[in-house]
């Protein structure tokens, strides 16, 4: 890698960035023959049939073009009644805005409210990206690390510590990545009277809300109070197995959909035109075939927290995503060790629990988005190794 001048044009927070620590894992295990990932956030399912030919009849008729800023107007309808089911009414106007997946939502929404110097407090472990992004956006992340004891739930008064005059903006994700936590409705009104207490906004990031297996999943903007101070995100990747499509969308108060449909008309104008197509038939007929993938998840989750606890591994119950995130600290290993030295010897690539921030180190994430053969094969490696550790 070229350490010339040319570093010296590259703006430090770019310069400075750490790579993220998932990649890192990936390259180890693509130099690799016979490995079992369990490293992937992503469904290991095709998109739906009739979602895939949606599109390619829509190409076939030539819908090639731009669409609106803010996306198919008869896609927004969609998205607003499947919502207001949720119980978060918006308008399909002027409350909603169509975009490049939740990654571009996310980025909009930290550029649209953050000025230099805004907290951001961000309940960890959590997603690879929401670190990066605050500080891009010139905030400063406000890490607050949830504990296996309170099932990675963030709790109102561990909220409430981190919250200083700076503090702008909290940043939830439930159902979460990489925990798998979800919260229930009970919780999320605690967190919702800290959030009107302190007069912060909300960035709630719902994309794992239909992979729920343990109750129904609560809308944060559907609380009481809570609508017009969250900007709720979600999107196709994970329900509809839609990743590669890159489409999701945000919905808020109408002086925040405005403020981030200028970034997003002069970044990306709008949103695939062939994506938008098969969202609008994810929305409208993918419940049959969205329904069978979650089963098919939790019949995964079943497997796996039962394999974990025949070899030994103490995992709390993941209510949602696909992730589970077992503790190894009893193996006298890092988590950074644990993983490294099982791709090695054993083949399973993991993702060791730091990765995703303060409150993971002595976890892994485990992905069980994979084929039941697969995941049966790689509990028993996991067993084997974790048996050669503590042995003696
Ligand atoms: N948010 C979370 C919590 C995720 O886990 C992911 C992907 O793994 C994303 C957002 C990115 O979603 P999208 O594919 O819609 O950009």
């Given at each position: 890698m070229s350490t010339g001048?040319?570093?010296?044009?590259?703006n430090p927070a770019v310069q400075n960035m750490p790579p993220s620590g998932i990649r890192r894992f990936f390259d180890l295990a693509a130099e690799m023959e016979g490995v079992i990932s369990?490293?992937?956030?992503?469904?290991?399912?095709?998109?739906p049939w009739h979602i895939r030919e949606s599109c390619i009849y829509s190409l076939h008729r030539g819908r090639t073009s731009y669409t609106s800023n803010q996306g198919l107007p008869e896609l927004r309808e969609e998205i607003a009644r499947y919502l207001a089911g949720q119980g978060a009414v918006y308008d399909p106007r002027r409350e909603l805005l169509v975009t490049v997946g939740v990654s571009e939502a996310l980025d909009l929404a930290l550029r649209t409210v953050i000025q230099p110097g805004d907290e951001v407090i961000i309940p960890t472990p959590c997603y690879v990206s929401y670190i990066p992004c605050t500080t891009l956006a010139g905030g400063v992340p406000v890490t607050v690390a949830t504990r296996l004891e309170d099932n990675f739930r963030l709790t109102a008064d561990r909220l409430e510590a981190a919250i200083t005059p700076r503090t702008k903006a909290l940043l939830l994700c439930?159902?979460?990545?990489?925990?798998g936590a979800v919260m229930d409705r009970q919780s999320l009104l605690a967190i919702a009277e800290v959030v009107a207490k302190h007069d912060l906004l909300v960035i709630s990031d719902e994309i794992y809300d239909r992979l729920t297996y343990t109750g129904r999943h609560t809308c944060?903007?559907?609380?009481?109070?809570m609508r017009d101070r969250t900007i709720l995100l979600n999107g196709f990747s994970k329900a509809y197995a839609m990743t590669g499509w890159r489409l999701g969308y945000a919905a808020a108060h109408p002086d925040f959909i405005a403020a981030m449909t200028k970034i997003h008309q002069y970044?990306?104008?709008?949103?695939p035109i062939t994506a938008q197509v098969a969202a609008l038939e994810a929305l409208r007929h993918g419940q049959s075939a969205m329904e069978q993938m979650v089963a098919q998840y939790n019949r995964r989750r079943r497997l796996v927290l039962q394999g974990f606890k025949e070899i030994g591994l103490p995992c709390f119950e993941p209510g949602g995503a696909f992730y589970a995130f077992p503790y190894i600290g009893h193996t006298g290993l890092s988590a950074a060790e644990f993983a490294e030295n099982l791709l090695r010897e054993e083949k399973v690539a993991v993702i060791p629990g730091d990765v995703f921030g303060p409150?993971?180190?002595?976890c892994i994430r485990c992905s069980y988005a994979s084929s039941v053969d697969d995941l049966t094969e790689a509990v028993k490696r996991m067993g084997r190794f974790i048996k050669n550790r503590t042995a003696g």
């Open positions: 001048k040319w570093t010296d044009y590259i369990l490293g992937v956030g992503e469904p290991d399912f095709a998109t439930y159902p979460n990545n990489p925990t944060f903007a559907a609380l009481p109070g970044t990306m104008l709008c949103a409150g993971g180190e002595q």
